[in-house]
Structure formats: C-alpha cells, structure tokens
C-alpha cells in the first residue's frame, strides 16, 4: 500500500476545498439555512407533529441527508472530473498506485468535506430549531456511512461523465428526485399505501429513515435494514471502481 | 544486468481499429539517453503512454528493469518518470504544492531539500508560491519536468519535453537532461528537433506506422547513413557534366558554376585525389571547394522516405 500516495492525494485535495471554501461550504449551509427558515420556522409552526415529532425537528435528518447526498456526490465527481477534463490525471495513472489509494484519497478527501457540511447544517440548525440526538454515535455513523457511500458514487460518476453536462445529469435528474421523494419533508407512513409500498424501491428512504432513527428513535423501515441496504450499495461502487481501475473504463484508451 | 526498459513484442490497436504500435521490440540500457524519432501519428506517444501506465497494451509486455509493468506495476511505476507531451497542470495551484503532490503520488516520503533542489535546477524556484496559470509557457513546460523529477525517477520518459520553448530555455533543459545522465538516469526522449536528437542522444529509434525500422548507435548511424558531398565552385560556368567525367557521380548546378560531388565518407577509397587529378588533365579551374557532411535530418528524412517507398511498392 503506497500511503504516501493517500496522504499526498487527500492534502491536495482539502486544500482545493479550503482554497473554495464559499463555494465548498458556505453556499451548501446557506441553501439549507434557507430550507430550516421556510419549512421549519415559518411552515413548519402551523403544520401538525409526526410521529410526535415537530415538524420543524422532522425534516431536519432529511435535510442534511439532502445536502449530504447532493454534496457527497459533487465534491467527489468534481474531484476526479477535474483533473480528466485538465489531463492531469496523467500523473495518478502512471503512478504506482491501485485503485485503493487512487479511491481513498479522493473520495476519503470528498467525504471528510461532506462530514464537516452536515455537522455545520447540523449547528446552524440549531439556530432556527429545538431538536434531540437520541442516539449521537449511530448518527455519526450513518452521516460518515452515507458520506463514504455517496463520495464513492459520485467518484463513479466523475470517471464516467466525459463532459460537464453528464456530470450534472445523474445528481439532478436523479438524486435530487429520489431524496425529495425518500421522506425528506415527510413520513411515508403519510403516503397512500400503493405508494407505501412503491418508496420502498428508493434507497434514499433508507438512509433518510435510518438517519432519522438515531435523532428521535423512530423509523419509517428497520434500521437494520437501512444499515444493510446502505453498506449493499457501498459494496456495489467499491467494486465498480475496482472494475474501472481493472479495465481502465473511461481512464485508459 | 536486466535493461532499463525491455520492450517485447508490444502491438496496440486502438478501439476505432487504428494500429498504433506493430510488433514493436525494443532494450534501452542503464545510462543511456534514447531518442526516439518519427513523423507525427508515428506511435511514439503511445508507445510511452503504454510503458508508463496510460494507455493499455492489445499485446506484449514490457519490463522495467525487470519488472513486468502490470503484474509488478508499483515497483516498476516507481522507477518512471514522465514528461507528457501536452503541458497539464493544475491551474490553481503553486509550483510547489503541485511538487510536492507528485512526490507523494509515487511513494515518496516528504522531502522540502529535494524539492528545492529541482526547482532550482529548473530556475522554478523564485516561483515556488506562484500559481501554475500565471506562468508563461515556458515555465510550465518546467513545472511538468520538476514534478516528473520531485519523484527521483531512475528511468525517465520525456515526450516532445522542448515543444514550444524558445532556444535559450531549450538549451537550459538540455543542460538538465544532460545533468541527470550523469546522475545515472536513463533517459528516452521523443523529440520533433532532430538537432535535440543529434545533441543529445547515445542512441537512436526511428518509429514509422507503428513499426521500430532502426535502432543505432548515434554515432554509427551517422557514419554508416552519412554521406559527404565536395562542393566545387567554378571560374567558369559549364553547360554539362563532361564525358570524360562520366564515371563519377557528379551533378552540375543549375547556372552551371558548381560541380557537386557525393561519396562515402567511410570507404577506404573517396575518390577525390582522382576527381581533382582529371579536373586538372580537363582544364576545370575551380576557385573554392568545400565539404558536408549529412546531418541527422539528412538521414532521418531519406529514412522516412525511403520506408515510403518501399511500403507503396
């Protein structure tokens, strides 16, 4: 293992996110900022408790989940992206790496940015409103868990996407719908029961309903479950990256 | 002693069905500075891109200093540098940070000195904290070798690495090349100036279609393929070649005042003394005479040309 390729990777790239910080941090904060004041201080104050949870309390494991997703999966197909689309990847590829250190380094780099976002969506919440972790350890795992999962997708997408349009496609067009209709702004014990059934086919609802769990204790599906279904998928993109690494996929002519 | 590189029968065909590389076997020694030549589209960048890691062979293998390049790629990645062709860099950020990335990509430990070291060599070091994007051409052009040279390659590859430099830093960067072969790095070159070539190399390749169609010795290839011409330039301009000369190789310039004439610089016999001798027993005064010797370009041009040839018949 050449770990001095990991840390030389990692370095480079938090720096990139310090030397963009507005953009790396503070837009995400200020857009989900945004989400708490409409939804949970002013909506929120005149809609009904679910699961006896205020609303504004409710939605908020759903919007970190949000940005999380979203910023998971940006930060790290930018990441890669970049320095395809510069040539620079030249470098990463004739050195005496493996796809383990070529994926840790970015996308151990993406998630620490995604973490540190959804502790800071986390605090700023705070400010707008009143909520409990009831199980704090879980939370941080399912908030690293998630970001790890969702860095590596987005890895995925960076190496697959050949212009700036693909690597916009799948985030909006698919991970934006899913996370809106995976219980972010409600429960889908909410949903008529044909569409009960039909949810359980978006993954997010597990990572929305899990996270939710380890705040108030109470779940939409198993926590298991949501725990398994999270780490299938993990499994499913570090083999993805092995097989692009293997074959050089979008890497190597 | 296992060669630098060893390269076996390496073909690639590329998925739009374009060979690229055809059979192509080829043993760079420890030390040495190989320059590989070839028109444009001839697979010289393929062939470095398949050594170094970027491009994937349809067949063959390659070793580096005994070390198959996939089954053992760490060893052997670790030992090569590179120096693409096409200047990429990261824009945003500093000569130094994008040296130091480099280091650490291929296994090396953090080493400030070393780093100095290079970027000083490379007159790089008065812009250490620059941003990559407000450096000229040139400067780039040295940032892509510091970084190939942050990771202290004992082989290193550098494809067209004077492309596009003015003279003076093209000598600068002949004056590295030079250092680090005496330093012990073996060296192959791609280079579009055959005056790099000729400068430089101990031995060299020309690659044409995909095909290596001559290693040599720089030196034995411009003897064996050099060819010397006597020039004489004459008091009085002739209408043709006289008959009496007819048994030597001479042609006659367009306004008739110059006689030229070609030999093998290596035969025993050049022939000369005899050209002169008969130019006198004639009555063909010439006033001055001098001689060429064919440069490499001479050779690598006729080459090229003579492969055409052949390869239309």
């Keep these: 293992m050449n770990f001095h390729a990991i840390r030389a990777i990692y370095r480079f790239e938090m720096h990139r996110t310090f030397r963009t910080l507005t953009q790396s941090i503070a837009s995400p904060v200020l857009s989900t900022s945004l989400y708490f004041i409409v939804f949970g201080a002013a909506i929120g104050s005149r809609m009904g408790?679910?699961?006896?949870?205020?609303?504004?309390?409710?939605?908020?494991?759903?919007?970190?989940?949000?940005?999380?997703?979203?910023e998971s999966i940006s930060n790290a197909s930018f990441a890669i992206y970049l320095p395809k689309w510069t040539g620079t990847i030249y470098e990463v590829l004739s050195a005496p790496v493996s796809f383990v250190e070529v994926?840790?380094?970015?996308?151990?780099?993406?998630?620490?940015?995604?973490?540190?976002?959804?502790?800071?969506?986390?605090c700023t919440a705070r400010i707008f409103v009143d909520y409990s972790i009831e199980h704090p350890v879980w939370m941080l795992f399912f908030l690293v868990l998630?970001?790890?999962?969702?860095?590596?997708?987005?890895?995925?997408?960076?190496?697959?996407?050949?212009?700036?349009?693909?690597?916009?496609v799948i985030p909006l067009m698919i991970v934006t719908p899913l996370t809106?209709?995976?219980?972010?702004?409600?429960?889908?014990?909410?949903?008529?029961?044909?569409?009960?059934?039909?949810?359980?086919f978006n993954p997010v609802v597990y990572l929305i309903s899990g996270f939710r769990w380890s705040f108030y204790g109470v779940a939409d599906v198993n926590v298991v479950v949501c725990i398994g279904v999270i780490v299938a998928f993990l499994v499913v993109c570090v083999a993805t990256v092995w097989w692009i690494f293997r074959t050089g996929y979008r890497l190597k002519p | 002693m296992q060669p630098a590189i060893s390269i076996q029968n390496l073909g690639k065909s590329y998925a739009t069905g374009h060979v690229a590389l055809k059979n192509v076997s080829l043993d760079i020694q420890h030390g040495e500075i190989f320059a590989l030549l070839g028109p444009n589209g001839a697979g010289k960048t393929t062939l470095i891109g398949i050594v170094c890691g970027l491009v994937n062979a349809t067949s063959g293998s390659v070793y580096a200093d005994g070390h198959d390049i996939r089954k053992d790629f760490r060893v052997a990645r670790s030992m090569i540098g590179l120096v693409p062709q096409e200047i990429a860099t990261d824009s945003f950020e500093t000569v130094w940070d994008t040296s130091c990335l480099s280091r650490g990509l291929f296994g090396k430990a953090p080493n400030p000195a070393h780093i100095e070291k290079v970027l000083r060599a490379l007159s790089l070091?008065?812009?250490?904290?620059?941003?990559?994007?407000?450096?000229?051409?040139?400067?780039?052009?040295?940032?892509?070798?510091?970084?190939?040279?942050?990771?202290?390659?004992?082989?290193?590859?550098?494809?067209?690495?004077?492309a596009g430099v003015d003279v003076e830093l093209r000598r600068d960067m002949w004056q590295v090349v030079r250092d680090l072969r005496a330093g012990g790095v073996t060296i192959i070159l791609t280079t579009h100036y055959i005056e790099e070539a000729e400068e430089m190399a101990d031995r060299i390749g020309?690659?044409?279609?995909?095909?290596?169609?001559?290693?040599?010795?720089?030196?034995?290839?411009?003897?064996?393929?050099?060819?010397?011409?006597?020039?004489?330039?004459?008091?009085?301009?002739?209408?043709?070649?006289?008959?009496?000369?007819?048994?030597?190789?001479?042609?006659?310039?367009?306004?008739?005042?110059?006689?030229?004439y070609r030999f093998d610089a290596q035969a025993d016999e050049t022939g000369i003394a005899a050209l002169l001798r008969r130019l006198g027993e004639q009555g063909i005064d010439f006033k001055e005479l001098q001689s060429d010797q064919s440069s490499l370009e001479d050779i690598f041009v006729s080459l090229i040309h003579e492969e055409s040839k052949e390869h239309a018949r």
């Design chain 1, 180 to 200: 809106f209709l995976g219980g972010s702004f409600y429960s889908i014990s909410m949903l008529p029961p044909i569409w009960q059934k039909i949810t359980l």
């Design chain 2, 206 to 260: 020309v690659i044409r279609k995909g095909e290596l169609i001559l290693v040599e010795e720089k030196s034995a290839l411009m003897r064996k393929l050099g060819q010397k011409q006597l020039c004489l330039r004459l008091k009085a301009p002739l209408e043709a070649v006289p008959e009496a000369l007819s048994d030597y190789a001479l042609t006659l310039s367009a306004d008739g005042n110059q006689l030229i």
């Design chain 1, 49 to 70: 408790a679910i699961d006896g949870i205020s609303y504004g309390a409710f939605i908020i494991p759903g919007l970190i989940m949000l940005s999380l997703l979203n």
């Design chain 1, 103 to 122: 994926m840790v380094g970015y996308v151990g780099a993406a998630a620490t940015k995604s973490v540190i976002l959804g502790v800071l969506i986390l």
């Design chain 1, 146 to 168: 998630t970001a790890v999962t969702f860095s590596l997708f987005g890895f995925i997408i960076g190496i697959w996407a050949d212009n700036f349009e693909k690597l916009q």
């Design chain 2, 125 to 162: 070091w008065d812009k250490k904290d620059s941003m990559i994007r407000t450096l000229s051409g040139g400067m780039k052009r040295r940032v892509m070798i510091a970084k190939a040279l942050s990771h202290e390659p004992t082989i290193l590859f550098l494809d067209e690495p004077t």
